[in-house]
């Protein structure tokens, strides 16, 4: 009795020769073999397959045609010794057929070059018994069974080697078809191919470069490393290029197919194929050119959502789909990433009961077929007519392509791509279907690890940054962050807002150079010290200064820039030092702008003894000023200067009344090699402005009275109500008494008083913070005086200022 196995290997196999028996029934071409190499990849797990044949010299197995993904995925070489110790060498000397599993292949000498995982690689010799050879790459986890040898025996039968310096087929040149010389540029076309290109039979001149001078420039590159002999290598390849049209209509695209075919004795190498008219997509595309610019695109796809947009592009289009959906597979549920077309009338019913965010999920329980599909690990079809769940049926009825994506072992997601009308699959297409599915699965699961990796270094760096700024008298600030996307480690750009005392305000923007933990931790540690030394009351050249001798005592090889702004909100002025880096930009309320061009200091932890100069910033209500890192102003491509000219410009169209969208703005053409961190600050100007009074305390026997005589005839003018007088005179009197008892040097008393709330400070050299006592006994002398400050006082404190300390308390002046 034959079992089900049995049976369903020998009906895949009936399948294997029916389709080739097909592919070799048709007329000679150069795509013969190319096609009989495909059938490995549709009726087997194999991703690529490859033949090898023996060079001229006899020395070596070189490479004549591949299909699938492209050979440097798995580290394949263009051609082997004959006497290596290569898979295909063994099959070209033994005539053995070889199945290598991970560990066998381990043992290869070129097993480094291989990517980590669960490789197979299968090496048969090819049917003439010309000493070529078949090799076959799979990352299926059981490799190639039992079907797929007996389908890759087929296939290598089914393979005929041409001989080298003859061509395949031996016919006048057809009108779609070309021959290049190697040596000369000579090239023998078919007149439609010289429509084509807008020429008459008398007027092409044979020369290769005439063609080419027809071409659209940015597509010269490309097409040079077709025609140029030193960037060839034997086999197939294929390309799509524009070529102008002589009534300057949109450029015409064509696709070029050839194969660079190695000269006999005496003759040169040529490359010989056809050229055809591809403006209008058709539906037999082949798979070549589309999984080739499939691998580009993801190779440089970051996120999940770029692989996503990049399958869409490279299947939707090709294969005239009505839609096509791409889901990471997450525990027992797709998670859609992208939808196309993404409105939710173009999917089934239970798709759209499952939207719950910007794109839907739903269990794969629901859809028994799918989740056998993912079991399989196979991309199956199904076309019209097939009996289907309801959540799959709606998809495709006119057919259903699903593309399991899996990579080392796990099953990442899925892919479906349905029709609306009946769909005929053709063996391109399945080969195209075949071969995206290996690769957009390792991209997937490339792309989901960075997506959480930036997730969590992200994270990192707004935890190092202020979780929110400061509400300002008399301005707003805004800020924005944006991480590079190249890379997963952290920057070291940072931005800062600092209140200082007085209506001051210190607008800190700063960059350490590198990316990585260390310029993390520098950073934090700049942007402490930064914010403790303007706390202390030092002036922003003095803060600068001791940032820089803190970070060369740090002993660390990095450097860092910084440009540090003190603005004073009262008077509308403001001092700008910069240590190595861009300056600030400023926008005029008439919209005029102004790069703040200024004498800087060297880069902070670059020079021990180094000088900050200070430079002075006119500001009046409007005027918006602008702090970068050299992420937004300078780029491989754009040159520092040219990128501060360009935000000025920027900022000078902006509305500055929005500064949260003026700041989006700025950072939408962000180049996102490098970390981008940006500071906006408009001045208002304040509303209502303070009334100040200051007094240094002589060191006399009468100092309290005279200081209480002082701030009675100033709040007499300042019209304060009597009780809250007399209240803040015990409040002077017992704050400068401590100061002159307990500490030497000078002591200034400063009263300000903004609206109805007047505060009272008192500063003193003394860095010693005074101590509210816990208890007082009966007999005590002393210590009643932080305490009566305290009862009066609606709030009160100390803080650090420049060689000392102020003590302050803040009274209402009106109940």
Known sequence: MVSQGAAERKARALRVEVALRTVLGGPASPERMRRVLEQALVFSSASLAAVYTPG??????????????????????????????????????????????????????????????????????????????????????????????????????????????????????????????????????????????????????????????????????????????????????????????????????????????????????????????????????????????LAAALATAGTVRDVSQAVVSALRLPLRADRIALAELENDRLVVTVLDPPEPESWPELWRLEWRTEWPDAPVRTMPTLAAALREGRARIWPAGTPLEPALADVGPGGLAVLPLSAGG?????????????????????????????????????????????????MLQRQLLPRRLPKLPGAVAVARYLPATAGLEVGGDWYDVIPLPDNHVALVIGDVQGHSTGAATLMGQMRTALRAYAAEGHPPDVVVSHANRLLMELETDLFATCCYVEVDLEAGTAWCVRAGHPPPVLRHPDGATEIAESDGGPPLGVVTQADFPMTPLRLVPGTVIALTTDGLVESAAMDIDTGMDRLAHELSVSDPAHLGLVADALLGNAHRDDDVALLLMRYDGMAVLPL????????????????????????????????????????????????????????????????????????????????????????????????????????????????????????????
Request: charged content about 25%.
């Open 56 to 293: 001229e010299d006899g020395d070596l197995l070189c490479l004549i045609e591949s299909a699938g993904a492209p050979r440097t995925l798995y580290g394949l070489r263009e051609s082997y010794p004959l006497d290596g110790r290569s898979p295909a060498a063994d099959v070209h000397r033994t005539g053995v057929p070889l199945w290598l599993d991970p560990e066998q292949l381990a043992d290869c000498p070129d097993s480094r070059r291989m990517p980590a995982g669960d490789v197979h690689l299968a090496a048969l010799p090819v049917g003439d018994g010309d000493g070529g050879c078949l090799i076959a790459v799979s990352e299926h986890p059981r490799g190639f069974d039992t079907g797929d040898r007996a389908c890759l025996e087929l296939v290598a039968e089914a393979v005929s080697l041409p001989v080298p310096g003859e061509p395949d087929e031996v016919e006048e040149l057809r009108a779609n078809s070309f021959s290049l010389a190697m040596d000369t540029g000579r090239v023998e076309v078919g007149d439609e191919i010289l429509d084509l290109f807008g020429l008459r039979r008398h007027d092409f001149d044979g020369r290769v470069e005439t063609l080419l001078g027809h071409t659209v420039p940015d597509d010269l590159p490309a097409l040079m490393s077709v025609v140029e002999a030193d960037h060839m290598s034997i086999g197939e390849r294929e390309l799509e290029f524009r070529v102008l049209r002589a009534d300057g209509g949109p450029p015409r695209w064509l696709r070029l197919r050839g194969r660079l075919l190695p000269g006999a004795e005496g003759h040169p190498a040529r490359l010989a194929g056809t050229v055809a008219d591809v403006s209008t997509v058709r539906s037999g595309v082949t798979d070549v050119a589309r999984v080739q610019r």
């Open 692 to 815: 100040r009074e200051g007094w240094t305390v002589w060191r006399v026997p009468e100092a309290a009275r005279h200081a209480r005589r002082f701030t009675r005839r100033s709040l007499r003018a300042w019209g304060v109500p009597a009780d809250a007088t007399d209240a803040a005179l015990l409040v002077v009197s017992e704050l400068v008494t401590n100061a002159l008892v307990h500490t030497d040097g000078p002591v200034r008393l400063d009263l300000v008083l903004v609206g109805h709330r007047l505060r009272i400070s008192v500063t003193d050299t003394s860095a010693r913070t005074p101590v509210k006592p816990t208890g007082l006994g009966w007999e005590a002398t002393g210590g009643r005086g932080i305490l009566l400050v305290e009862a009066v006082s609606d709030t009160w404190g100390t803080l650090p200022v420049s060689g000392g300390k102020q003590v302050w308390s803040e009274l209402l002046t009106e109940g």
């Open 410 to 458: 796990r099953m990442a997601g899925a892919c479906l791509i349905g029709w609306d009308t009946p769909h005929d699959f053709g063996p391109d297409e399945r080969a195209l279907l075949t071969a995206s599915a290996g690769l957009v699965g390792q991209a997937l699961m490339r792309a989901h690890a960075f997506d959480a990796e930036h997730e969590l270094v992200g």
